[in-house]
């Protein structure tokens, strides 16, 4: 029997309403857990550790913000604390401070390396730890005359600096230009720098040896000296316990 009363229709409206906020909420939830599937997806060896979400399954709180704890720790163990600028490697290096592609202050954890610096592109100071080079001077050019590779041809220098110049045994000799990242020169190199222009009236050791006991000393001249020989490179041949100056080249 038809009643006299009118529909309400307000109950009708009110669950229409609550069933579109409830789609609205599971499209919402959706994207969001496929968002978090795709990150995760991404390579399953490196994310390994993350929980992983499936499509059509609410995700939990707690396990998107271990998510982000997890990415986090993994961040800073590579490169440092977040919310700084410092890059802090931890392994091989430790210490380091990266600017402008160049490393200005390494340090070697296993203490190989104690400190170095570098500056446009070469090696200025290098102190080794275990004591092997304390300090080094990588200068290719150390205590090489001014102008003596454009004037010779090489880079050609006498030891010691100063007198008394006659100082050297052979291999004391040798030693000294090791010390100075050169080598004793050749009769034939002393040869072309005295070709080129060089003089000097100082008896110096040469490479060259008779035997295992005598070795050539001698001088590049250019003039007639009284006490200097003829011009041209004068040489003898002397016992290797003698002392004389040193011809170092590099």
Not at 99 to 114: E, F, R, W
Not at 122 to 144: E, F, K, M, P, Q
Not at 203 to 220: I, K, L, Q
């Amino acid at each position: 029997m038809p009643s006299d009363q009118p529909f309400d229709h307000a109950p009708l409206r009110l669950l229409q309403a609550r069933v579109a906020d409830l789609e609205r909420e599971r499209q919402r939830r959706r994207r969001f857990t496929w968002a978090i599937a795709g990150v995760t997806l991404v390579s399953v060896t490196a994310f390994g550790q993350l929980v992983t979400f499936a499509p059509d399954t609410p995700a939990r709180a707690d396990e998107v913000n271990g998510n982000f704890a997890q990415l986090r720790a993994w961040l800073e163990q590579k490169v440092g604390p977040v919310g700084t600028s410092t890059l802090t490697l931890t392994t091989p290096l430790s210490g380091s401070m990266v600017a402008d592609g160049s490393l200005t202050g390494g340090k070697i954890q296993d203490n190989t390396i104690a400190s170095a610096d570098v500056a446009d592109g070469t090696i200025t100071t290098v102190d080794l730890a275990d004591g092997t080079i304390s300090n080094a001077d990588l200068d290719l050019d150390l205590r090489c005359p001014t102008g003596a590779r454009q004037s010779f041809g090489q880079c050609i220098f006498y030891l010691p600096t100063s007198n008394p110049a006659y100082i050297y045994t052979f291999r004391e000799a040798a030693t000294a230009c090791l010390a100075s990242r050169a080598r004793l020169c050749t009769a034939a190199e002393v040869s072309a720098a005295q070709a080129a222009g060089m003089e000097n009236c100082a008896f110096g050791w040469f490479a060259d040896r008779v035997d295992n006991a005598n070795a050539f000393v001698g001088y590049p001249m250019q003039s007639v000296l009284t006490g200097c020989g003829a011009s041209g490179v004068n040489t003898v041949v002397a016992a290797m316990g003698a002392r004389y100056g040193a011809y170092c080249c590099k």
